[in-house]
Protein backbone atom coordinates (compact mmCIF):
# COMPACT_ATOMS: atom_id res chain seq x y z
CA UNK A 1 0.00 0.00 0.00
CA UNK A 2 1.43 3.24 -0.49
CA UNK A 3 0.83 6.47 0.95
CA UNK A 4 -0.71 9.77 0.09
CA UNK A 5 1.28 12.49 -1.72
CA UNK A 6 0.86 15.74 -2.23
CA UNK A 7 -1.03 17.25 -5.48
CA UNK A 8 2.36 18.35 -6.56
CA UNK A 9 4.10 14.71 -6.33
CA UNK A 10 0.43 13.29 -7.68
CA UNK A 11 0.91 16.07 -10.92
CA UNK A 12 4.64 14.52 -10.83
CA UNK A 13 3.64 10.69 -11.12
CA UNK A 14 1.03 11.73 -13.74
CA UNK A 15 3.17 13.14 -16.09
CA UNK A 16 5.71 10.38 -15.25
CA UNK A 17 2.99 7.86 -16.03
CA UNK A 18 1.75 9.66 -19.40
CA UNK A 19 5.63 9.38 -20.64
CA UNK A 20 6.29 6.33 -19.74
CA UNK A 21 3.36 4.97 -21.16
CA UNK A 22 4.30 6.96 -24.74
CA UNK A 23 8.15 5.42 -24.53
CA UNK A 24 6.60 1.49 -23.85
CA UNK A 25 3.82 2.20 -26.63
CA UNK A 26 6.70 3.58 -29.12
CA UNK A 27 8.83 0.97 -27.97
CA UNK A 28 6.42 -2.07 -28.24
CA UNK A 29 5.50 -0.54 -31.86
CA UNK A 30 9.08 -0.31 -32.66
CA UNK A 31 9.69 -4.00 -31.67
CA UNK A 32 6.45 -4.86 -33.70
CA UNK A 33 6.86 -3.27 -36.87
CA UNK A 34 10.86 -3.05 -37.01
CA UNK A 35 12.14 -6.14 -35.75
CA UNK A 36 15.82 -5.98 -37.13
CA UNK A 37 17.44 -3.69 -34.60
CA UNK A 38 15.97 -5.68 -31.87
CA UNK A 39 17.38 -9.07 -33.22
CA UNK A 40 20.33 -8.11 -33.80
CA UNK A 41 20.62 -7.11 -29.90
CA UNK A 42 19.25 -10.25 -28.81
CA UNK A 43 21.50 -12.75 -27.03
CA UNK A 44 22.00 -15.77 -28.79
CA UNK A 45 20.94 -17.96 -26.25
CA UNK A 46 17.35 -16.37 -26.27
CA UNK A 47 14.91 -18.88 -27.96
CA UNK A 48 13.04 -17.89 -30.96
CA UNK A 49 13.95 -14.89 -31.08
CA UNK A 50 11.92 -13.35 -33.45
CA UNK A 51 8.77 -14.58 -31.67
CA UNK A 52 10.23 -13.53 -28.46
CA UNK A 53 11.03 -9.66 -29.74
CA UNK A 54 7.43 -10.13 -31.32
CA UNK A 55 6.19 -10.63 -27.77
CA UNK A 56 8.28 -8.22 -25.73
CA UNK A 57 6.72 -5.43 -28.29
CA UNK A 58 3.20 -6.82 -26.92
CA UNK A 59 4.04 -6.39 -23.74
CA UNK A 60 4.98 -2.89 -24.10
CA UNK A 61 2.10 -2.08 -25.90
CA UNK A 62 -0.09 -4.02 -23.14
CA UNK A 63 1.52 -2.38 -20.62
CA UNK A 64 1.28 1.20 -21.70
CA UNK A 65 -2.22 0.82 -22.47
CA UNK A 66 -2.40 0.17 -19.29
CA UNK A 67 -0.77 2.64 -17.72
CA UNK A 68 -3.23 5.02 -19.25
CA UNK A 69 -6.21 3.32 -18.54
CA UNK A 70 -8.37 4.21 -15.21
CA UNK A 71 -8.39 1.11 -13.63
CA UNK A 72 -5.44 1.66 -10.16
CA UNK A 73 -5.32 -2.49 -10.00
CA UNK A 74 -4.16 -2.28 -13.81
CA UNK A 75 -1.93 0.53 -13.42
CA UNK A 76 -0.36 -1.02 -10.23
CA UNK A 77 0.12 -4.52 -12.47
CA UNK A 78 1.40 -2.64 -15.71
CA UNK A 79 4.09 -0.30 -13.38
CA UNK A 80 4.70 -4.18 -11.94
CA UNK A 81 5.14 -5.84 -14.86
CA UNK A 82 6.94 -3.16 -16.97
CA UNK A 83 9.44 -2.98 -14.11
CA UNK A 84 10.12 -6.70 -14.42
CA UNK A 85 10.50 -6.24 -18.30
CA UNK A 86 12.88 -3.85 -17.28
CA UNK A 87 14.82 -6.34 -15.37
CA UNK A 88 14.62 -8.84 -18.29
CA UNK A 89 15.81 -7.15 -21.19
CA UNK A 90 18.92 -5.89 -19.63
CA UNK A 91 20.24 -8.76 -21.13
CA UNK A 92 20.35 -7.59 -24.39
CA UNK A 93 21.37 -3.95 -23.22
CA UNK A 94 24.42 -5.51 -22.08
CA UNK A 95 24.97 -7.44 -25.06
CA UNK A 96 24.74 -4.55 -27.55
CA UNK A 97 27.54 -2.64 -24.95
CA UNK A 98 29.91 -5.41 -25.80
CA UNK A 99 29.32 -6.55 -28.97
CA UNK A 100 28.89 -2.59 -30.01
CA UNK A 101 26.47 -3.73 -32.31
CA UNK A 102 25.34 -2.04 -35.68
CA UNK A 103 21.98 -0.03 -35.16
CA UNK A 104 20.48 2.49 -36.73
CA UNK A 105 23.48 2.97 -39.31
CA UNK A 106 25.72 3.71 -36.04
CA UNK A 107 27.76 2.07 -33.78
CA UNK A 108 27.65 3.45 -30.36
CA UNK A 109 29.99 4.34 -28.14
CA UNK A 110 30.70 3.97 -24.26
CA UNK A 111 29.21 7.65 -24.26
CA UNK A 112 25.47 6.00 -25.36
CA UNK A 113 26.37 2.66 -23.74
CA UNK A 114 27.04 3.30 -20.19
CA UNK A 115 24.18 6.07 -19.54
CA UNK A 116 21.59 3.71 -21.08
CA UNK A 117 23.00 0.53 -18.70
CA UNK A 118 22.91 2.76 -15.74
CA UNK A 119 19.42 4.24 -16.34
CA UNK A 120 18.17 0.89 -16.39
CA UNK A 121 17.44 0.70 -12.80
CA UNK A 122 15.59 4.48 -12.95
CA UNK A 123 13.64 2.95 -15.70
CA UNK A 124 12.26 0.13 -12.77
CA UNK A 125 11.60 2.58 -10.73
CA UNK A 126 9.87 4.85 -13.00
CA UNK A 127 7.43 1.69 -13.53
CA UNK A 128 6.81 1.01 -10.05
CA UNK A 129 5.51 5.07 -9.35
CA UNK A 130 4.21 5.20 -12.01
CA UNK A 131 1.92 1.91 -11.17
CA UNK A 132 1.77 3.24 -7.53
CA UNK A 133 3.59 0.15 -6.71
CA UNK A 134 5.85 2.51 -4.69
CA UNK A 135 5.96 5.81 -3.40
CA UNK A 136 9.97 6.24 -3.42
CA UNK A 137 12.45 8.68 -3.20
CA UNK A 138 9.29 11.01 -2.56
CA UNK A 139 7.94 9.90 0.72
CA UNK A 140 8.40 7.35 3.57
CA UNK A 141 5.57 4.66 3.89
CA UNK A 142 4.26 4.50 7.06
Known sequence: MTTTLSPGRERTRTILRLVLAAAYLAAGLLHLYIPAPFLRITPAWVPAPGAVIAFTGLCEVAGAIALLLPSPRLRWWAGVMLA????????????????????????????????????????VWWALFAGRVTDWPFQRRT
Open 84 to 123: AYAVCVYPANVKHAIDQVLVAGDTHSLWYHAPRLLFQPVI
